[in-house]
């Protein structure tokens, strides 16, 4: 059987590979010596690509690839990727729903405790023999019965929602528009940062979102509250975070996504009362191998008869 050409762009597993490679002959961008020539030699050979949510379609590779026909993306997230240019080309775009919902409530939840009960602060001061020296450590702010404000209650905020019922939360949420659900829906993320102490992004990256957390959101949250982002960098503008947090303005923060990945800003890195996780709010073992079985699934089905599993919604009507 005459395999596929498909084109990788950022890393796989051995067992995306595997899977894979019966019908399809991988090359891989990255390994390309000299990526223009590679592109402007081969790129009208490729009719698939396997990509991820930070690389997306990078404009070069879009520009290379005129009999481009699906495109099958490890995440969630695809604001790497124009969507809407590739359904008006009639190329089918794939992403990774639903199967990293729990693993990215329960990094919410990680970083919310971690803030709120100071965990590296206190393992610190546990690790460095201050105990001994010190005495005890300070007390902290408890988690149970705290206003939750939810920015975005699609899939994986509503799955962050189901987790703060645990906590005895009272729930509050900004999205585009009013779900039938028993939560406190808020019209502008100011609004609902303002009636909250804990303040969550897990909205989708892209132009719609940037800085819908800014210097006015975040004065709204106010000086005993927490901002956890589990969404995208680009939804809070870290320069009015960091100065949030120099101010006083805010209390804490929870962050596991950045402006410039992999680049975080030395003055967070600074702060006790700040948490760093490196984008891995999905990033299990067996969450990751979920992803990547989906990203195949989707491959395989496309070559079986055209169509993809799980087709971002702009691409749902072809
Ligand atoms: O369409 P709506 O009304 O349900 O609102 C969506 C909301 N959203 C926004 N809210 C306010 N302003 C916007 N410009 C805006 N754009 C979107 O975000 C919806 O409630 C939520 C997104 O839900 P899903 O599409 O189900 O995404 P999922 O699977 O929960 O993932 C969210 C994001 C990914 O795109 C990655 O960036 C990250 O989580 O891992």
């Not at 019966?22 to 990255?30: G, N, V, Y």
């Not at 996504?257 to 299990?284: Q, R, W, Y």
Request: proline fraction near 4%; charged fraction near 25%.
């Amino acid at each position: 059987m005459t395999k596929v050409k498909l084109l990788q762009i950022g890393g796989i597993t051995e067992r995306m590979r595997a899977a894979l490679a019966d019908q399809f002959d991988i090359d891989i961008l990255f390994d390309q010596p000299d990526r223009a020539a590679f592109l402007a030699a081969h790129g009208a050979d490729y009719p698939a690509i396997l990509t991820n949510g930070h690389y997306g379609v990078p404009e070069d590779v879009d520009a290379a690839t005129p009999n481009l026909k699906v495109v099958s993306s490890y995440g969630v997230g695809y604001d790497a990727i124009d969507a809407d240019a590739c359904a008006a080309r009639g190329i089918k775009v794939a992403h990774t729903p639903d199967v990293l919902n729990d693993e990215v409530a329960d990094t919410f939840v990680l970083l919310w405790l971690a803030v709120s009960r100071e965990l590296i602060p206190s393992d610190r001061h546990a690790r460095s023999g201050k105990w001994e020296t010190d005495g005890n450590y300070p007390l902290t702010r408890s988690v149970q019965n705290r206003r939750v404000g939810i920015l975005g209650l699609g899939r994986i905020g509503q799955t962050i929602a189901e987790r703060c019922k645990a906590f005895g939360a009272d729930i509050h949420y900004h999205a585009r528009s009013e779900k039938d659900v028993p939560y406190t829906y808020h019209a502008t993320a100011a609004d609902c940062a303002a009636a909250c102490e804990v303040l969550v992004a897990i909205t989708p990256g892209g132009a719609s979102t940037r800085h819908m957390v800014n210097a006015e959101v975040l004065k709204a949250l106010g000086p005993d509250g927490i901002f956890i982002n589990v969404a995208r960098g680009s939804v809070c503008d870290e320069q009015a975070l960091v100065e949030a947090l120099q101010q006083g303005k805010i209390a804490g923060a929870g962050l596991d996504v950045f402006e410039e990945e992999p680049k975080i800003p030395d003055a967070l890195k600074s702060m006790d009362n700040v948490v760093l996780t490196p984008h891995v709010a999905s990033g299990t073992h067996e969450t990751r191998q979920a992803m990547g079985d989906l990203v195949v699934a989707n491959l395989q089905q496309w070559l079986k008869d055209g169509s993809v599993k799980t087709a971002v919604p702009e691409c749902r009507h072809l």
